[in-house]
């Protein structure tokens, strides 16, 4: 079983807390020095506790956003009751309390109530007041905090960022930390817990945590921001990211839920596992395919969670069959991904969530040697070659691994634009029969051989100058098979074009000679006696 920890326990807790639009969110990224806390003017935007480093002049802390603190008496909405609760469990494991008012509204009874609980609980407490963008209202609109009873009013803008620094020295006073005290904790495997609204993504990491650690409420997108958890389960860390339901963006208005949107998404970004969490009750939706199709493309080790599997009549070995495969049919993509059915209410196989994403986690990591994968590599080449292309044959020459995080190798062809994904799917398949990689996607990039194309030309080159040196090597020959008086025939010159040779010469001095056989000779004067002319 998961238990929660604090994964920085040698870091301090800052707990901000207040009523509701008070500024609280504004405070908290100000501090933190990045928009991360959601922030609207309506009011009740936060309801989970986030959890954010912060670092002041040397000094590191945590601090807590929190929801609006209301009191069960102004509403009887369980949602707004889960959300107080949210924020008392931060007071209660907090070091030190920030208690934000509202110095345009000036005191309420609400800011009465909540700070006689803060004194009732005997922690240390600064107050401050927010919205003082005038300096000529920094002492006059404080003033009256005092009747609280709690720290010295310290008037403040975080919007504007007026007295902040003054703040943060409070606080880092009030904790009595050393500079440079901390170090870098090791937070663990980070998960993702992403899908659509209202599929039990907070419930399952309710369950995981082993506390009430996130808000739960029947009533759709009720998460709102990227809530980091943190827990151990047979001695290893895990960050549990739980998200806003992610619903289309046609649907997504702009606003609180187009922000939590994008916050889904740059949890899904940081993860190291993406968890994607779908209803039993509900066929795979196309929301379904685009949450797990971007898990594909940014590399992300992935595993599917069918939530509510109590719910189902046939939880049969038969019927959880047929609905793995409905389930592969629509998430064809993602066939890689292990399929797990649990119920958080039931907790029925809840804690193989961890065993798995680490299972995916260490193959999205995983190298293979160069020489195993060309051996592999050249088998399945050999058994089933690319097809013929444009009445060209593309050749797979060899592999490698590049990068992890997805597994990304590198294939050399003679011709890598003929090779089509239908051929490199094929290709994935049996590498995955051969090596694995549960759990996580490949990346297979085609490449020219470079080298392959050296040799080629090289060889052709040679081919050429071998033709040009024929003759040579012909004279060379006839110099060895010449006599042993060293000298050598001499070639015989070739006929000039249009001129027939010589059949022989008349023997000197003689002037009547017959020609050869073949030839008329055709008598005439004295002065042409012996030559002989053509008819």
Known sequence: MGHAINPVQHMPLVAIVGRPNVGKSTLVNRFAGQRVAIVDDMAGVTRDRLYLPCEWAGREFIVIDTGGIIFEDESGDDLHASVQQQAWLAVDEADAIVFVVDGLDGMTPVDRVIAQALRE??????????????????????AEFYELGLSDPMPISAIHSHNTGDLLDAIVAQLNLEQGQTEEPDLGLKLAIVGRPNVGKSSIINTLLGQQRMTV??????????????????????????????????????????????????????????????????????????????????????????????????????????????????????????????????????????????????????????????????????????PLRRGKRPRISYGTQVSVAPPTFVLFSNYPGLIDTTYLRHVERRLRESFGFTGTPLRLLMREDDKRKARGEARRSGQRGLKKAEPEAEVLAAELMAPETGFAPKKAKAPRVGIKPAQGKAEKGSQNKPAKKGRKVVKGTKKNAGKGRKK
């Open 217 to 386: 409420s029947d009533i759709s997108g009720t998460t709102r921001d990227a809530v980091d958890s943190y827990c151990q389960h047979e001695g290893e860390n895990y960050v549990l990211i739980d998200t806003a339901g992610i619903r289309k963006k046609a649907k997504v208005r702009y606003g609180v839920e187009r922000f939590s949107v994008v916050r889904a998404i740059k949890a899904i970004q940081r993860a190291d596992v993406v968890v994607l969490v779908v209803d039993a009750n509900e066929p795979v939706s196309e929301q379904d395919q685009r949450i797990a199709g971007l898990a594909q493309d940014l590399g992300k080790a992935s595993l599917i969670v069918v939530n509510k599997w109590d719910l189902i009549e046939d939880r049969s070995s038969t019927g959880m069959n047929e609905h793995a495969d409905e389930l592969r049919r629509k998430l064809y993509f993602m066939n890689y991904a292990p399929v797990l059915y649990t119920s958080a209410l039931t907790r029925k196989r809840i804690f193989s969530i961890f065993e798995l994403a680490r299972a995916a986690s260490d193959e999205n990591q995983r190298r293979i040697t160069t020489g195993l994968f060309n051996e592999v590599l050249n088998e399945i080449v050999a058994m089933q070659p690319p």
């Open 121 to 142: 609980r005997g922690k240390s407490v600064l107050l401050a007041v927010n919205k003082i963008d005038e300096a000529r209202d920094l002492t006059g609109r404080a």
